[in-house]
């Protein structure tokens, strides 16, 4: 048996887990075309957030609110290497998150399927950062304000808590 230290482990996991999403989609692709691939993968995107938000929440100092959100986030986008920055804006915690390079953009671009990104991005974030929204808070609102996919120098991701009786 090879030895490895917890980064290589670490690095087998996420290679495995970045390129099985790709797999998957692009064999439902061959069978059923690019639009049924797509909408199988927003359900799936639609539950992986709650398995992921599920597992981070109890790490935070606040289970249910849109600072444990940011924080949690944070956590999911730097496993994920994602690069990027948290601002703050408004009242009530709202924050944006402006993402400078986002692996799963960088994998459709080296794949070949760059024309594809747009699409895929605007479906499968809006499924997956709305379902993190609401996995934390139902008066949590989320934006995709731009999109790197869409030729944007940034994602920009903002989420917003909806006041009472609004």
């Not at 731009?146 to 917003?160: A, I, Y």
Request: hydrophobic share 40%; net charge neutral; charged share 25%.
């Amino acid at each position: 048996m090879i030895t490895l230290t917890e980064k290589q482990r670490a690095d087998f996991h996420y290679l495995s887990y970045t390129r099985v999403d790709g797999l998957w989609f692009m064999k439902v692709e061959e069978k059923y075309g690019f639009d049924v691939a797509l909408e199988i993968d927003v359900q799936v995107w639609k539950v992986m957030p709650k398995i992921q938000a599920r597992m981070l929440k109890p790490l935070c100092s606040a289970t249910n609110s849109i600072e444990a959100l940011s924080e949690c986030l944070s956590t999911k986008l730097t496993i994920d290497c994602h690069t990027f920055r948290i601002e703050k804006i408004g009242v009530g915690g709202g924050f944006r998150i402006l993402i400078e390079t986002c692996p799963w953009y960088e994998f459709m671009v080296n794949a070949g399927r760059k024309h594809f990104a747009a699409k895929v991005g605007e479906k499968i974030c809006h499924a997956e950062y709305s379902t993190w929204a609401a996995e934390f808070d139902d008066r949590i609102r989320f934006q995709m304000k731009e999109q790197l996919c869409g030729g944007s120098p940034f994602c920009v991701l903002e989420f917003t808590l909806q006041q009472s009786g609004v």
